[in-house]
């Protein structure tokens, strides 16, 4: 069954710079709480941070959702402990450190994509956004990790194995969090929309 995208007033349904602040701050939060419900499965734990990247670009739009993120890394290394293994400039020596990094880009990808995405019906465009986006943190962090492995831990190891490590443990989660995200998007929107 498929629905608009587009909501009364256009994509744009946050004018308020106060709203924009306090939105950026509570997506901030979120994927904050969201790097302590994590999984450890090796040196990329599970994490809930993804579900909450997705989301800030969908409610923000790509230039805010991207600043909450980059916000975040930056609060992050300057010894935040709001990381899914604690915090500071040595973070940077981390193998997730690269999916961190991937955060900013995320969100505008999905925040971009929505404005594609809301001119057409249906849940697939909505889908295929998501994809997108999770499909950048793992562009960006992947490559991260088998750089980290041979550079900082001196590992000789294949790329198939740095996919096995940094990649394939986490489909079955982020098909879960598009699924669940393709659903709350929509309503939340709809919900700020209202608000405004």
Known sequence: MGFSYRLPGGYCFMRSRTRTLVLMSLTIALTSAGAYIRIPIGPVPITLQTFFVLISGAVLGPGPGAMAMATYIVLGLAGLPIFSSGGGPQYIFAPTFGFLLSFPVASAIVGYGLKWAERKEGRIRLVTVLFLGTGSIYLVGVPYLAGYLRW?????????????????????????????????????????????
């Open 152 to 196: 900082i831990q001196q590992k000789e190891v294949g790329l198939g194995s740095v996919f096995v490590m940094g990649m394939v443990p986490f489909l079955p989660g982020d098909l879960a969090k598009i699924a669940i995200a393709s659903w709350v998007i929509p309503p939340l929107r709809r919900i700020l929309e209202q608000m405004r």
